[in-house]
Structures are given as structure tokens and as C-alpha cells.
């Protein structure tokens, strides 16, 4: 009979403890995603002055300078934090974002003026290190989704992480028109 409580008693522990693990991971999660949501606010406050400084110079790329102010806007916008697809589309159109800066940032080569305006040339360099950080807050996030992932993946935390509706969540990852090879005479034209 004691050895019955014994090993009960030792179940519930293992248990335990692996419940506080998925937490700890879970909120390691949520604590890079943090991270990587404090760089895109940096960035997101860096995006209408580099749109106004760009604006008056580049005429001819009004489209482009629209679908970053519209792509801001979405990306500022609150998400849940714990809903693995809400996750993912706000990494989606942080992505889309990204991925359109670096389109202006290209196009800005076509305008010599805008090029060598000290206020353009320090917001594009400001820009350039708030990426730089937000890649290490990207590495970090997947990072711990990876550790996250494989604890609420594998038996008997997949029993655990269900009762305490820990969910697999999002791995940040570029889309197919990041990961392809960029000709920048594309956007020379």
C-alpha cells in the first residue's frame, strides 16, 4: 500500500515538474516574441520619417511608399500572443514589411539627392541596426519555440501540454520572395 502512495506521489511530482517546464518554455516564448515585438515597434516608429523624407524626393514610387504605410499600420496592430496563427500572421506581415523596406531602401539608389540627405542617410543607418537587432530577437524566438515545441510534442508532455493548453507555436520564418536570390536591377528600372 505504501509503495502505491510512493509511486503516485512520484508521478504527480514528474508530472509537476514537466507542467512547470512547458510554462517556463511557453513563457520563454512569449518572452522572445516580446523581444521581437519591441524591435518591430522601433522599427514601425522608424517607417514615417523615412516615408516623409523618402516622400519628397521619390514621386514615382508613391505605390510602394502607400503598401509600407498600409503594411505599418497591420503590423502595429495588437494580436494574441498565444494563438499559434495569430502569431503567425503577425510575423507574416512583419515579414511583408520588412520585405518592402528593403525595397525602398534599394529604390533610394535611384534618387542621388534623397541619397546623400544626412537626415535619410541617418534614419536608413538607425534602420539598419534596428534590423540587426530584431534578426538576434528573430534567432532567439526560434530559439525557444524550438525548445517549446518539442516539450509539448513528445510523450507524456503532449498529455501535459494539452491539459494546460501550452499549444506548439510558430517558427519565424521568411516567406518564399525573402528566401529567393534578389537582382536589384529589377528595381532600378
Known sequence: MEGIFLA????AIIGYLWYVSLIKKRNTGRE???GIDVQLKKRSNLVPN???IAQKYMDHEQALL???????TLATKGYNDVDPESVKQHLHVSEKLNQKMSQL????ENYPELKSDNTMLQAMQTYNEVEAQLSAARRFYNSAVSE??????????SIIASMAKVKVMPFYEADETAKASID??????
Open 66 to 72: 502607400t503598401e509600407i504605410t498600409e503594411l505599418r
Open 105 to 108: 531602401m534599394v529604390s533610394v
Open 50 to 52: 523615412i516615408l516623409k
Open 32 to 34: 522572445a516574441l516580446s
Open 184 to 189: 536589384a536591377a529589377d528595381y532600378l528600372k
Open 148 to 157: 517549446l515545441n518539442t516539450a509539448v510534442e513528445i510523450f507524456p508532455g
Open 8 to 11: 503516485l506521489a512520484l508521478v
